[in-house]
Each structure stands twice: as C-alpha cells, then as structure tokens.
C-alpha cells in the first residue's frame, strides 16, 4: 500500500513515517508540506493512501480534498478531535488523534487495505520507498 503523507510539521511527518516502518505492506512513497505541494505530489505519484493533516498553512485538509476531481483513501491525522464528524461526512475512512498510537494506526490500515481489496481487487504492490 502507498501512502502520501501531508502534514505542515516535519516532526509529525517523521513520527508517522517511523510508526509505518512497522508495517511491511506499507511504503511512504512521498511527503508533502502544505496542500499546493500535495496536489503536485499527488498527481505524480499516484498513492493508494493519503494521511492527511488537517490544519495547515494556506489551505485545510478539508479544502484540499474539496478541490480534487479524484482522490485516494484518506486517514486524517490531527490534534484536533472537534472535526471528526466532518472527516466522516467527506468519507475518510478513519481519524488518528496526534500523538497517533500504534494500535490505531494499525486498525486504521487494516480498514484502508479492506477498502481497496473491496474496490481494486487488490492492494498495491509497494514501490522503493522515497
């Protein structure tokens, strides 16, 4: 499973992509700062997965997601726990509160690998990490 990680805080970004290297089937394929850089990122790498912050310098992860044609799966990851309902009503398919436990990030995995078995057929083979 490839996963775009979006978050404005490098510490948050590197604490996430540490909790992933526990899980074998998965592979960072890229890393973006702000919702303009995602968009590029996006486009060019094509992810299965998005862990998506939500408050972020110029554009939320709401606006960002808004202004897609099409996007992947998304697992929002914040400190914040007043937007759950909304991540739902725009169909993330979980909602990690910082600091993001393992145990959660595992549930949230294993509902995004039903995702896209349940649409693809299949997960995604990992690509060489970036």
């Not at 290297?21 to 998965?26: I, M, S, T």
């Not at 007043?82 to 509902?111: G, Q």
């Amino acid at each position: 499973m490839n996963i775009l990680l979006v978050d404005d805080s490098r510490l948050a970004r590197t604490e996430l992509r540490h909790l992933l290297q526990g899980f074998p089937d998965v592979t960072v394929v890229g890393e973006a700062r702000h919702a303009a850089e995602a968009r590029t990122r996006l486009q060019e790498l094509q992810p299965d997965l998005l862990l998506l912050d939500i408050h972020m310098p110029g554009e939320t992860g709401f606006e960002l997601l808004a202004s897609l044609e099409t996007a992947p799966h998304v697992i929002f990851t914040t400190a914040y726990n007043e937007y759950a309902l909304r991540a739902f009503e725009v169909n993330a398919l979980d909602y990690l509160l910082k600091p993001i436990e393992t145990s959660r990030l595992a549930a949230a995995l294993d509902k995004a690998r039903a995702k896209l078995r349940s649409t693809t057929g299949e997960v995604a083979a990992p690509v060489p990490a970036a």
